[in-house]
């Protein structure tokens, strides 16, 4: 196995400034210029297309089924989506509509807590199992994000605030089913690479998988023309799976051209994250995905970001094809890419060979 690279990391990041919110600038007239993007504005910002109905659907209740050709083409689909796309929609995966509007209702509950309530959960290290933010890392930052956030570690230990009411129940039921969902998508996505099924899950630990519940809120922006919700990105670990709350405002990079998302109903977007392109050895790649603000509504989404164990040495799975990354520890690659600033896949790039 390749020697694990030994990374940078700078100054550990240490949170002592009062965390501030997005909320709390959406009725101001024009936003301030910390939040101005010049280098994205307009044409960046604007220039998507719009989905045509071409982004991969796979059908998970096929995926599972007992039928065995009805199984075999949709792995095949899987491995179709993962390969062209890193992106695709889940329909039939069987959580419940009532469920994932819980969740969402649940963090939209959490965000109009006070500040004050709100801040008792207010982020001092990149790996707290509860951290409540705003825009991405505020101290690394040129110009901040218009986005507040709220990320909890749900597994291997299940952590959660204690406000909302119900916010627990609902938390530790959605995280369940979607990590379940998980466990079956990385067996097919096992197959299609040419592996044994549970590949995947072997040699990454995912019984003690690192797993975190992400609700993201995007208030009405007065100018949002200026402003970004997210940069341009990939995601750490294997696979992101996100719902929201009707408002568009997800964009993801295909084929040289930003795409806007407009999910089915009641489906999941899925996309591939760097560690599962390092694991495919580039054949998978870590789909660049944005998020967009509109001056009309609050848009909110609610991710759940599915890794390795926390403690487990990613590499490329073996094969004849020379090794395109080095292999890494999971923890050390998480802190190194929240500890800067969120820019494309660089991070990947620091361990691509």
Known sequence: MSTTPKLDQGTKPTYS???SSVKELANLNSIPSSYVHPTLTNCEANDSSPDDGS??????????????????RMIEELGKACRNWGFFMVVNHGVSESLMSSMLNKFDEFFNLTAEEKLQFAEKHVLDPIR?????????????FWRDYLKIVVHPQ???????????????????????????LLRGISITL?????YLHNIL??????QILVGNYYPPCPEPELALGLPPHSDDGLLTLLTQNGIGGLQIKHDGKWVQVNPLPNSLLVNTGDHLEVLSNGKYKSVLHKA???????????AVANGPAIDAVVAPAPSD??????????????????SGKLVGNTCLDVIRI
């Open 292 to 302: 967009v603000v509109n001056n009309r509504a609050k848009r909110i989404s609610v």
């Open 158 to 184: 299940f952590h959660s605030p204690n406000k909302p009411t119900g916010f627990r129940e609902v938390a530790m039921e959605y995280s369940k089913k979607v990590r379940d969902l998980v466990a079956q």
């Open 321 to 338: 094809a020379p090794a395109q990354f080095k292999a890494m520890v999971y923890k050390e690659y998480l802190e190194y890419q929240q």
């Open 132 to 144: 409540y933010g705003t825009s991405f890392n505020v101290l690394a930052e040129d110009s901040h």
């Open 17 to 19: 400034v009062a965390v």
């Open 205 to 210: 630990n995912l019984d003690s998988s690192f």
């Open 194 to 198: 040419g592996l044994e099924q549970q």
């Open 55 to 72: 982004i991969p659907i796979i059908d998970f209740s096929l995926l599972v089924s007992d039928d065995p050709d009805e199984r075999s």
